[in-house]
């Protein structure tokens, strides 16, 4: 083991790092969906874009997972920010990134589409991949089919990320293909129903080169992954009440992270696999059970997986 003292962990990225890493992880996640999505035909066959878009999420995150924490998306910002592990400025900070990030990666298939001579309009190929519903949906689905699925698929994949990425047993490195694969599994129902992005941000910037009739339906797709988000979210922080519940014993106590991803904060960083002296456990939050004299300690907090993809671990 080593002592609180020897361990030198590695410093937080700042705030300018982690802002880009979410922009250009949004860029690069809106360029492939939009990009493949306007050249095939997603309602008819989701499967090159879903499959695209699930694995230029997991490679965005294997890139900058490690700084940002690997978000690219405002519904897995909030959940994360719901379960206690963001603060809201950080949240705030995420959200503009990923809509910056996501609006310029459009913007890119944007001008690509003005030097194709086959392709007279190019509002009129952003059309193809815009999110609606009723007669604006491949499907025709109404409005509370969509709602209904967006909100499902937004919860699912904040389930997924805030499971993979939390918990004393969760292996971070394969936290990337997790997310990857429950996005592009989620893909092959949303891009049949009405293109379904379960991402506010890439729907806002589809929609922004897009007919009017996509940013009239916008809100839709802020209002129901957001409200998956935070269904997710609240879940996630009542499993975390009940755990945290558990009573360990004073030998269990190492020091570790907070279980907060304060992504603007260097200063908070935890000490990797320290045993605790024994003026540290008496300061520790320790309450006493009234059935008897012992000392019951708050269970331990160590989570190597929520550290890596907080930016507080090395690679």
């Not at 030097?115 to 109404?142: M, N, S, Y």
Request: charged share 15%; glycine share 10%; no cysteine.
């Amino acid at each position: 083991m080593t002592s609180p003292v020897q361990a030198t962990p590695e410093p937080q990225p700042g705030l300018v790092a982690r802002l880009s890493a979410e922009a250009l992880g949004s860029m690069f996640v809106a360029v492939v969906a939009v990009g493949v999505g306007i050249f095939s035909n997603p309602g008819a066959a989701p499967l090159p874009v879903a499959l695209a878009t699930g694995l230029a999420v997991t490679a965005a995150m294997l890139a900058f997972g490690h700084v940002s924490g690997g978000h690219f998306n405002p519904v897995i910002t909030l959940g994360n920010l719901i379960a206690g592990r963001i603060r809201a400025v950080a949240a705030l900070g995420y959200l503009a990134a990923q809509i910056i990030g996501s609006v310029v990666g459009a913007a890119l298939i944007y001008f690509v589409l003005s030097t194709v001579p086959v392709l007279k309009d190019a509002r009129a190929a952003f059309d193809v991949v815009a999110p609606g519903f009723g007669e604006h949906a491949a499907a025709q689905t109404q409005l509370a089919g969509v709602l209904l699925v967006e909100v499902l698929g937004a919860a699912l994949i904040v389930a997924v990320f805030l499971g993979a990425t939390a918990g004393r047993r969760a292996v971070p490195a394969m936290a990337p293909f997790a997310v990857g694969l429950s996005m592009a599994v989620l893909l092959q129902l949303g891009q049949v129903l009405g293109n379904l992005p379960f991402n506010p941000a890439r729907a806002t910037a589809q929609a922004f080169f897009s007919s009017s009739w996509a940013l009239e339906g916008l809100w839709l797709f802020w209002v129901a992954p957001l409200m998956g988000a935070a269904l997710a979210g609240l879940a996630f922080r009542g499993f975390q009440g009940l755990s945290s519940a558990a009573v360990a014993g004073p030998e269990d106590f190492k020091v570790g992270s907070d279980g907060v991803n304060d992504s603007f904060d260097a200063n908070d960083e935890p000490v990797e696999d320290a045993d605790v002296s024994d003026s540290e456990v008496k300061e520790a939050a320790v309450k006493p059970d009234i059935a008897s004299p012992r000392a019951v300690p708050a269970a331990p907090v160590n989570d190597d997986a929520r550290d890596f993809f907080d930016g507080k671990k090395g690679k």
